[in-house]
Nanobody
Framework: QVQLVESGGGLVQPGGSLRLSCAASGNFGSVNAMGWYRQAPGQERELVALIKGGTTTYAESVNYRFDISRDITKKTVALQMNSLKYEDTAVYYC???????????????????WGQGTLVTVSS
């Protein structure tokens, strides 16, 4: 199995920056996707940024302010957050999706893992 550990959350003023990091331990095959989601109080969890199949997707609300990066070999993913706004306040969750080959024909199973979440608070 895989465990994801996040770090880097905290309190920041509007306009400031934070960098979130996430590292995976354990193994479940090859990395298929890496990303970040967030959940604000009273709201559903939403996608922030995701790298999958060579394609990077950002939520419109964070585009051009946040930057996701990854190291597949080290199984790490980071989120650089710039020009933070009050509405960026949320618990941020690291997400990784793995594929495992289960037979000689190449059939695979997919499994997703989540971090425990790290709180980002944007406040003056």
């Amino acid at each position: 199995q895989v465990q994801l550990v996040e770090s880097g959350g905290g309190l920041v003023q509007p306009g400031g920056s934070l960098r979130l990091s996430c590292a995976a331990s354990g193994n479940f095959g090859s990395v298929n996707a890496m990303g970040w989601y967030r959940q604000a109080p009273g709201q559903e969890r939403e996608l922030v940024a995701l790298i999958k199949g060579g394609t990077t997707t950002y939520a419109e609300s964070v585009n051009y302010r946040f930057d996701i990066s990854r190291d597949i070999t080290k199984k790490t993913v980071a989120l650089q957050m710039n020009s933070l706004k009050y509405e960026d306040t949320a618990v941020y969750y690291c997400y990784m999706e793995f594929l495992r080959v289960v037979n000689v024909e190449g059939a695979t199973v997919k499994k997703s893992f989540w971090g425990q979440g790290t709180l980002v608070t944007v406040s003056s």
